[in-house]
Nanobody
Framework: VQLQASGGGLVQAGGSLRLSCTNS????????TGWFRQAPGKQRELVAT???????AYADSVKGRFTISRDNAENAVYLQMNGLKPEDTAVYYC??????????WGQGTLVTVSS
């Protein structure tokens, strides 16, 4: 798997987690990279994007609570999640946003938020 997500876990509502995404075969700095999530019974959705310029974008459901960042030196992309809610429970994946560049999804990392 080229992109590996980690850092998930069980957290109480209102808590925080930081997810990490590492890239074993290329760099992140020339492609739009996103954090996606898939909750049970739902389609996978894009929640945060970081562009090659460093600009970011968020789904309305996470805006103001999640922060995506990229560290070129570490060749990693992060998702800082604050104010977690039970509805944030999902498997989180990182991947390139443009379908042409997508890699296999891998197992992702499970985030469970208890109420």
């Amino acid at each position: 798997v080229q992109l590996q997500a980690s850092g998930g876990g069980l957290v109480q509502a209102g808590g925080s987690l930081r997810l990490s995404c590492t890239n074993s075969r290329s760099t992140f700095d020339n492609k739009a990279t996103g954090w996606f999530r898939q909750a049970p019974g739902k389609q996978r959705e894009l929640v945060a994007t970081v562009l090659p310029s460093g600009s970011t974008a968020y789904a309305d459901s996470v805006k103001g609570r999640f922060t995506i960042s990229r560290d070129n030196a570490e060749n990693a992309v992060y998702l800082q999640m604050n104010g977690l809610k039970p509805e944030d429970t999902a498997v989180y994946y990182c991947n390139f946003v443009t379908p042409l560049y997508r890699t296999s999804w891998g197992q992702g990392t499970l985030v469970t938020v208890s109420s």
